[in-house]
């Protein structure tokens, strides 16, 4: 199974402040990792995959980046709407796995 | 507009059986693979089961591997999870989830909210 580990745990930012948050598979998954947000009550909805890709009607603050075993998500200029926990996913080999989760908070 | 709706969560005694429910519309159902993925309450995410498109391949965490199976009708744009042998670290809310394409390789795209599954020793 690969494991997906993200740092840090928890990141305390105040808006307007750039972002990066890092994810790191245990072994190359190429390009097949996914970037989910979740806010507190909600479902998680997709940000970014296959490492760089926006999804639909995402916002141009939030970019990824990497390959192979190292990844980024940046927010460039954090809003007060992306206080949330920030998931990394690969799908390249089965089982799927999720890394642990970053919570983005407020300084 | 994507709808996942799931039903079937309960509270269940450690060691019986529950049939969660996910009725899909708004898309064309057979096009997608699709997902169970749950999340402990105050935790992280965890992928627990897949299906393909067809329902001829499915997947499974090495946690449910053997106590839980994937089903889907394509005929009645329903997915299923039959969880037998269910343990207290199974209690999780259990989101279904749309692969963004056929096999699973995939985002995922669409989430449904999510039914709430508690095992009471």
């Known amino acids: 199974e690969i494991v997906m580990t993200q740092s840090p745990t928890t990141l305390s930012v105040s808006p307007g402040e750039r972002v990066t948050l890092s994810c790191r598979a245990s072994?190359?998954?190429?390009?097949?990792l996914a970037w989910y947000q979740q806010k507190p009550g909600q479902t998680p909805r997709v940000l970014i995959y296959t490492a760089s890709d926006r999804a639909t009607g995402i916002p141009a603050r939030f970019s990824g980046s990497g390959s192979g075993t190292e990844f980024t998500l940046t927010i460039s200029s954090l809003q007060s709407e992306d206080f949330a926990v920030y998931y990394c996913?690969?799908?390249?080999?089965?089982?799927?796995?999720f890394g642990p989760g970053t919570k983005v908070d407020m300084k | 507009e994507v709808q996942l709706v799931e039903s079937g969560g309960d509270v269940v005694q450690s060691g019986g059986s529950l049939r969660l429910s996910c009725a899909v519309s708004?898309?064309?159902?057979?096009?997608?693979?699709m997902h169970w993925v749950r999340q402990r309450p105050g935790k992280g995410l965890e992928w627990v089961s897949l299906i393909s498109w067809d329902g001829f391949t499915s997947r499974y965490a090495d946690s449910v591997k053997g106590r839980f199976t994937i089903s889907r009708d394509n005929e009645k744009n329903s997915l299923y999870l039959q969880m037998n042998s269910l343990r207290e670290d199974d209690s999780a809310l259990y989101y279904c989830?749309?692969?963004?394409?056929?096999?699973?390789?995939?985002?995922?795209?669409?989430w449904g909210q999510g039914t709430l599954v508690a095992v009471s020793s």
């Open positions: 072994q190359s998954i190429s390009n097949k």
């Open positions: 996913q690969q799908y390249h080999i089965w089982p799927l796995t």
């Open positions: 708004g898309f064309t159902f057979d096009d997608n693979a």
């Open positions: 989830a749309r692969a963004y394409d056929s096999t699973g390789y995939s985002k995922i795209d669409y």
